[in-house]
T-cell receptor
């Protein structure tokens, strides 16, 4: 499969709680990005973390990266009903021969935040 | 961040017709663009890498003659679904790398083939 794995596949929490999503991948990467997608809509870029970084924050988002375990996690703190969406990780691998990056998406986590 | 547009945002066509989808980087030049397909409630599957001035690189299992890609300029890549059939109905999304190798996505095109 060309895709990474994300877990859980679906997550339902109460407003105000924290939501944690995990992403595992198979190959060496240059960077990992997290995206959000509302039902039937396009992708919204959330955060990019490079392979030499271990943690990044952006507002209520916290992303960690463990390259030794080939995994990343996305934490959304103090969740809101408006955070309800699908969340995907995407890993970027550099193909030296062509000098381009190839992006592989994870299977996604469907988050539902109950008001 | 950089802006990538797609046109049209949705299209409905009859089986057997061809449909062209455009992907444009509006405020940066992109030597590389990517085309993805997403079926309902599934993740994005990379179809091909579009390289300006050269042939596209297709992923395994993607028919080159079915999904024609042209990257004629540094700001435009097109995907043509030839002789579309109902099983081609999907959400098609393009993305482009900016000079910092950060990826920006278009809003997507929803194709429905009757």
């Amino acid at each position: 499969s060309q895709q990474g794995e994300e877990d859980p596949q679906a997550l339902s929490i109460q407003e105000g709680e924290n939501a944690t999503m995990n992403c595992s991948y198979k190959t060496s990467i240059n960077n990992l990005q997290w995206y959000r997608q509302n039902s039937g809509r396009g992708l919204v870029h959330l955060i990019l973390i490079r392979s030499n970084e271990r943690e990044k924050h952006s507002g209520r988002l916290r992303v960690t990266l463990d390259t030794s375990k080939k995994s990343s996690s996305l934490l959304i703190t103090a969740s809101r009903a408006a955070d309800t969406a699908s969340y995907f990780c995407a890993t970027a691998t550099l193909y030296v021969a062509s000098g381009t990056y190839k992006y592989i998406f994870g299977t996604g986590t469907r988050l539902k935040v109950l008001a | 961040g950089a802006v990538v547009s797609q046109h049209p945002s949705w299209v409905i066509c009859k089986s057997g017709t061809s449909v062209k989808i455009e992907c444009r980087s509006l405020d940066f030049q992109a030597t590389t663009m990517f085309w993805y397909r997403q079926f309902p409630k599934q993740s994005l599957m990379l179809m091909a890498t579009s390289n300006e001035g050269s042939k596209a690189t297709y992923e395994q299992g993607v028919e080159k003659d079915k999904f024609l890609i042209n990257h004629a300029s540094l700001t435009l890549s097109t995907l043509t679904v030839t002789s579309a059939h109902p099983e081609d109905s999907s959400f098609y999304i393009c993305s482009a790398d900016d000079p910092r190798n950060e990826q920006f996505f278009g809003p997507g095109t929803r194709l429905t083939v009757l």
